[in-house]
């Protein structure tokens, strides 16, 4: 899309290395801006809880693992509800979008977003986009109440509608403030937030009483900072079909070989997990981690081994692995779609024709190739129960935020804690599989395949994982530059 906001950091420091990447709240720009008692405390569910507002001073460490010697380093605003609300009920015009692709749990949280404002807060005025960004200045929207959205969590895909793109910072901006909306629930990837990020900073500029929340959606992972995206552990245990469907085929024939083709575009989580998940996988192949075909040490030599071993074998590539190997002749013309992912041309097809091929040219070996897409079946099945859950609670944390007058951020789990991060945290880069590190490690172990690295490979791996964050690098200029 094109967005790059500039983010202007709120930055808390404190004793012994303390930082606190704070979020804004609207009394930063609004200064004299009322506030009342949460409702919640006169909530009878949670009377009983013995704590149930947050410390305002309750914060998260980014880093857990930590020597005695170190600073205590990055934290984020731990989310939850506040004892003072910056919104009364009656006053509040709530709107849900969803933007991008498909992933279990988007009506969960259109859902939870609905009914918490609803149960908790009072909220009773609650409109949903339909058709992603673009249907803010371009189709209707939908009255959304808790009897409306009461089973859909029970359905896969969004009821709002979706679709890339259609980003118009200014007409989107225009609408919510002719509208008199108050609070905006965006849902979406990398690209959605970044593009929340460019609706807030007008909102700002303007000098609106508007709360803007992201709510972070990729059924890829690779969302960074926060320890998973929701859908995912519905899409790892939804690939399983698709692995025992393959190993099903390929131990039933002479050389057989299951190929699976899953998500991961630039990251290739949900195919790692799904193969330790699985244990029936022989060879796993994602974009973090290169690999050659012919020679020694390459693809086609451990496929061989395998099947004169076991005589079936089963391999899971993730849809953004190898793209380096197809030829540039048929690549794709155009490079991105609306959203600004780039185009991948289909590795598995790919993959499973340079297979035939080799096989072919082998007189004396026989091979069956039973090739397995369930991409878009595991996109629009809905959200297991631990997604659900943790659906449930994302939407919670969103609502608690706005309520308390936090806008400009988005929620996520961070070691375990829900918390408010600002909005470029998770849109600066991608969260990928280090294949350097232990986890890493564990699967080449589970399916005995070669790393295919060289020993470049590995250094330029370990430099990655050195990298510090934008922030403390532009810290650390800024501080080059005051000596």
Known sequence: MGLEPKPDFKIVEGDYGYILEDVPHLTDYLPDLPNFPNPLQDNPSYSAVKQYFVNADDTVPQKIVVQKNNPRGVHFRRAGPRQRVYFESDDVLACIVTCGGLCPGLNTVIRELVCGLSDMYGVSRILGIEGGYRGFYARNTIPLTPKFVNDIHKRGGT?????????????????????????????????????????????????????????????????????KSFGFDT????????????????????????????????????AMYATLASRDVDCCLIPESPFYLEGKGGLFEYIE???????????VVAEGAGQDLIAESVRSMHNEDPSGNMLLLDIGLWLSQK?????????????????IDPTYMIRAIPSNASD?????????????????GYTGFTVGLVNGRHTYIPFHRVTEKRNRVVITDRMWARLLSSTNQPSFLSAKDIEEAKKAQQQPTQLLDERKSLDDGCH
Request: hydrophobic residues 45%; contains cysteine; proline residues 1%.
């Open 159 to 227: 009821v709002l509608g979706t679709s890339r793109g259609g980003h118009d910072t200014m007409k989107i901006v225009d609408n919510i403030q002719d509208r008199g909306v108050n609070q905006v629930y965006i849902i979406g990837g990398d690209g959605t937030q970044k593009g929340a990020a460019v609706i807030f900073e007008e909102i700002r500029r303007r000098g609106l009483e508007v709360a803007v929340v992201g709510i972070p959606k990729t059924i890829d992972n690779d969302i960074a900072v926060i320890d």
């Open 235 to 270: 899409a790892v245990e939804e690939a399983q079909r698709a692995i025992n469907a393959a190993h099903v085929e390929a131990e039933s024939v002479e050389n057989g070989i299951g190929l699976v083709k899953l998500m991961g575009r630039y990251s290739g989580f949900i």
């Open 305 to 315: 081994k395998r099947l004169k071993e076991n005589e079936h074998m089963v391999i």
């Open 355 to 371: 297979i035939k091929d080799h096989f072919a040219r082998k007189q004396n070996m026989v091979m069956n190739l039973k090739y």
């Open 388 to 404: 659900n859950v943790y659906c449930t609670l994302l939407a919670h944390s969103a609502i608690h935020g706005a309520m308390a």
